[in-house]
């Protein structure tokens, strides 16, 4: 199969106008879920699906399904895919690549005469990005079952619109009871995405290859003081939901740097205050703290530390504390014999790897609860995503996307 050809000027065409499909000016990239841009990218991607002879369909929630059929209709199907979804200022190849990317890569095996005995799947999963709903992967969350769907039905975003009325609107109806996918429905998922780190560009490394994904947690606390005039209130007498909020920021950072383990991270990334006037003290403060680490225990330890600082510091400044754990989940290991296929796969591509741990979550952490999962990574320079300037060189998504090709054909066979 070393005749796989990645056509990689039309792959690169196929990024650049997706980028362009965006809610901000050019060349940022701003996708949130189910606005205009997102359903037109949607629109985009499942052109390119229909061209490439996939057959379509769409569950509850959004997640779109694009399939090539295999010679052995009774075998698990393969998947692969990832998200374009993008949050607000980001780049164009964040999940992008692992859509696109999976497109060209059945695209290159189709050309190459390949006929798989199992079908290869393609899955464009709804909102990766928790920018609208404050919680990542909905779409992958309900398609393995830990998300309730009587829970994602519950999802509000800032303006108080439900996840029903927006995917409802965006023409996504049906029960989300329905979106849930049996265990063992595929024989192996395998994403295919940027780093979002340093480590691959600095090592000169073409590819890493994922044996473990890093368990993400989320809280959020509400913190509910009084008001007040910043000059007739004195300062004895104050309840400053903001300065309660500072105090709790700085125990997140203290208890992630004493865990003890040094993949503890904790990063206090929405702060909002009211009523944000600077002659008013605050009289309520918005956090959202989001907690990771490669171990659970370490990363438990952390949270239960943070959530008793917080309720000791509000209550000695007689703030209300309203806390919640949006999300903790498990961390996913791979698939060990994907991971071996993979560095076969490399070996025989004559291509540099490693194997390393992605500290970034992807719908691969929840596709990990249904099936065997595994995920390869290409590098970003100077490690960075989620900005406008993120970028891969066409090289470096040709040589993941060959990688993607040859994984794919020798898991359906
Ligand atoms: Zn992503």
């Known amino acids: 199969m070393n005749s796989i050809k990645v056509d990689i000027q039309r792959l690169q065409r196929e990024i650049d106008e997706l980028a362009l499909i965006t809610e901000a000016e050019p060349p940022v990239v701003t996708r949130v879920l ?43 199907p ?79 975003d800032r303006d108080g619109k439900s996840l029903d009325e927006w995917r409802q609107g965006a023409g996504y109806t049906g029960s989300l009871e329905s979106v849930r996918l049996p265990k063992d429905g595929y024989a192996a998922f395998v994403e295919l995405h940027i780093e979002q780190g340093p480590i691959l560009e600095r090592e000169n490394t ?6 473990k994904i890093a368990a993400p947690s989320t809280l959020r606390m509400d913190l509910t003081g009084v008001g007040g005039h910043a000059g007739g209130t004195l300062m004895p007498g104050r309840r400053d939901a903001l300065l309660a909020g500072a105090e709790i920021a700085l125990a997140v950072e203290r208890a992630v740097t004493s865990s003890g383990s040094p993949d503890t991270v904790g990063t206090t990334g929405v702060f909002r205050i009211e009523p944000g006037a600077v002659n008013s003290v605050p009289c309520r403060a918005l956090l959202e703290i989001d907690v990771r680490d490669t171990k659970v225990a370490t990363r ?38 994907l991971v071996e296929m993979v560095t076969g796969v490399c070996r025989q591509l004559g291509v540099s790897h490693k194997k390393m741990t992605s500290r970034a979550y992807h719908d691969t952490l929840f596709m990990a609860q249904i099936c065997p999962c595994m995920m390869i990574f290409i590098p970003c320079r100077g490690g960075v995503s989620h900005r406008p300037d993120e970028f891969s060189s066409p090289e470096q998504i040709e040589t993941g996307v060959r990688v993607l090709a040859q994984t794919l054909a020798r898991a359906a066979d």
């Open 206 to 211: 073409a590819i890493g290859i994922v044996e």
């Open 34 to 76: 189910f606005s205009e841009a997102d359903l037109r990218g949607r629109e985009f991607v499942k052109k390119l699906c229909r061209e490439a002879g996939l057959a379509l369909r769409a569950d509850a929630v959004g997640n779109i399904f694009a399939r090539w059929d295999g010679a052995n209709g009774k075998l698990p």
């Open 300 to 337: 438990d330890a952390a949270l239960a530390q943070i959530e008793t600082a917080a309720a000791e510091i509000c209550q000695r400044r007689g703030v209300v504390l309203q806390a919640e754990r949006v999300n903790v989940d498990p961390p996913a290991v791979c698939d060990a014999a």
């Open 78 to 156: 393969v998947a692969t895919g990832s998200h374009i979804d993008a949050i607000p200022n980001a780049g164009r190849y964040d999940g992008v690549v692992g859509v696109l990317g999976a497109i060209e890569a059945i695209r290159a095996l189709k050309k190459a005469g390949h006929r798989p005995q199992r079908a290869i799947e393609l899955i464009v999963f709804t909102a990766e990005e928790p920018t609208r709903f404050g919680i990542g992967c909905v779409g992958s969350r309900l398609l393995s079952g830990v998300l309730a769907p009587e829970k994602a039905a519950a999802l509000q």
